[in-house]
Every structure is written in structure tokens, then in C-alpha cells.
């Protein structure tokens, strides 16, 4: 019989072979979709403008780790220092992001951009910063959500703020052929669902995906295990990996920079 262990993915062939004949049908846009746009995958590294708070929050999390392996009680402390060094690194961000977006818009001939971001205040802070923008973002009614949509389909604003959460699945942003994604999701299916917000039966122009990452971060190291966990689950689920995937794509030279 075959060896299964727990700890590190192993007989991923094997596995998607199981599922597919036990229980699993999955069509894939390329086998469902005679022509799909081409995505161009870009990365950014920007530098942060709250480098001491990441530095500090950093340091603690070092040191709780080193406790969290002699006492239990110190895990759960150490993984809500991570979420807080995660919202830190992704509002230091915004000050270089918001510099980068107000050049697309005065450059780009009027094309069309979505901005993702994940926490609540890189969300506030950018929409304080692009006041005029359309937004679709947690908290809001159907009626909002729906008006702004139809704001951002329409052209009548080319610039649209989301959510991660709140718009990244079940909404048709087809009029969009560039997204930046200001902080990485925790999986690779998270970030391939908003991407897919910009694709649409018949829609064929190609598809560019700006990705910032914080020089000297976490982010750094997120997009390493974006890519090995996107690399398994594309094994399990179809049994080969699939090249131009988002996780595939990544960030490339960042992966092999220490």
C-alpha cells in the first residue's frame, strides 16, 4: 500500500486520481471557455512608511516564539501579533501605493483599475485619499454595493476600492482589465477568485495584475508559500500544476531574493 504521512503534501497525483473517480467532476475556465484573456503578472516592491512599528511588532513576535516553544500560552499571543504585523505592514504600504495609483490614473488614457485590499483601515485610508472613487466594501447594502458596481461597469468612474472579502467573489467587474492587490490573501484560491472578478464569457483582452509587496517583510515570504500551496492544491485538483496560474506567476525574482 502506499505511505501517507501527515506533515508534508505527498502522493498529490494519487490523491487528485481518488477523487476523481470517487467524486470529483471539475471543468476548468480553459476546458469550459474556447478563448480566455492572457494574465500579465507584475510585482512591485514598495518601501513602508512605518518601518519602526514593523521592526518592533517583528522583534516581539521573534521573542514569542522562542517562548512559544517551551510554554503553550504563548502561541495564541504570538498568532495575534502576526494579524497585527500583517495590518501594520499593510497601512505602511499606503502612502507608496496611493503615489503609484494617482500616476495609472493620470497615465492610463482613462482605463480602468481595481484596488483590493484586505484590512478595514488600508480600505478607509484609501478611499480618503480617492474620494471620487467607486467602492465596494464590507458594511455596505445591496443598493450601495449594486449602484457602485454599476458606476465602475458603466465608466462613469474608472477607479473602484474593494475588499477583499466583500468583492472578491460573485461580482462581474468585466469593464476592469487591470487590479492591484495592495496585501496578499492568506491562499492562493483567495487572490484567484478576485482576479477572476475581471474575467467574462466572450472577454478576450489581455489581463494585468499589479501585486505590492513591502521591501524587507513578510510579504516577502507570504508569496513563497502563496506559491507552494497553489502548486499543491493545482496537483490535487487537476493533477499537473498549472503554469500561468496566479501562484505560478508570482513575484519571481522576489522568491529567490533573501
Not at 511588532?57 to 502576526?82: C, F, N, P, V
Not at 499606503?94 to 503615489?99: G, N, Q
Not at 487572490?191 to 509587496?213: D, H, N
Request: one cysteine or more; charged letters at 30%.
Amino acid at each position: 500500500s502506499e505511505d501517507f504521512r501527515i506533515g508534508e503534501a505527498k502522493n498529490l497525483n494519487l490523491l487528485h486520481d481518488k477523487l476523481k473517480s470517487l467524486c470529483m467532476v471539475r471543468r476548468t475556465k480553459e476546458e469550459v471557455l474556447k478563448e480566455v484573456p492572457t494574465k500579465n503578472f507584475i510585482s512591485i516592491e514598495i518601501p513602508i512608511s512605518n518601518r519602526k512599528d514593523y521592526d518592533r511588532l517583528t522583534g516581539e513576535i521573534q521573542q514569542l516564539t522562542t517562548k512559544a516553544k517551551k510554554s503553550l500560552e504563548y502561541a495564541a499571543e504570538k498568532k495575534g501579533r502576526l494579524f497585527e504585523l500583517r495590518k501594520v505592514l499593510g497601512v505602511g504600504k499606503v502612502a507608496a501605493i496611493a503615489e503609484w495609483i494617482t500616476s495609472f490614473v493620470e497615465e492610463s488614457d482613462g482605463e480602468s483599475l481595481i484596488v483590493f485590499a484586505h484590512h478595514i483601515d488600508v480600505q478607509s485610508e484609501l478611499v480618503r485619499l480617492f474620494p471620487g472613487a467607486a467602492k465596494i466594501l464590507g458594511g455596505m447594502s445591496l443598493a450601495e454595493r449594486h449602484q457602485n458596481k454599476e458606476e465602475f461597469q458603466s465608466g462613469s468612474k474608472n477607479l473602484l476600492i474593494c475588499s477583499l472579502l466583500a468583492a472578491g467573489e460573485g461580482l462581474d467587474l468585466s469593464a476592469a482589465d487591470n487590479m492591484a492587490i495592495c496585501e496578499l490573501g492568506w491562499t492562493p484560491v483567495q487572490m484567484e477568485q478576485a482576479i477572476g472578478r475581471m474575467e467574462a464569457v466572450g472577454k478576450t483582452s489581455p489581463l494585468t495584475i499589479y501585486t505590492f509587496l513591502g521591501e524587507r517583510t513578510i510579504d516577502i515570504k507570504m508569496a513563497g508559500m502563496l506559491k507552494a500551496k497553489g502548486v499543491e492544491a493545482d496537483m490535487v485538483a487537476s493533477g499537473k500544476v498549472h503554469e500561468d496560474s496566479y501562484v505560478e506567476s508570482i513575484l519571481e525574482h522576489i522568491l529567490t531574493t533573501p
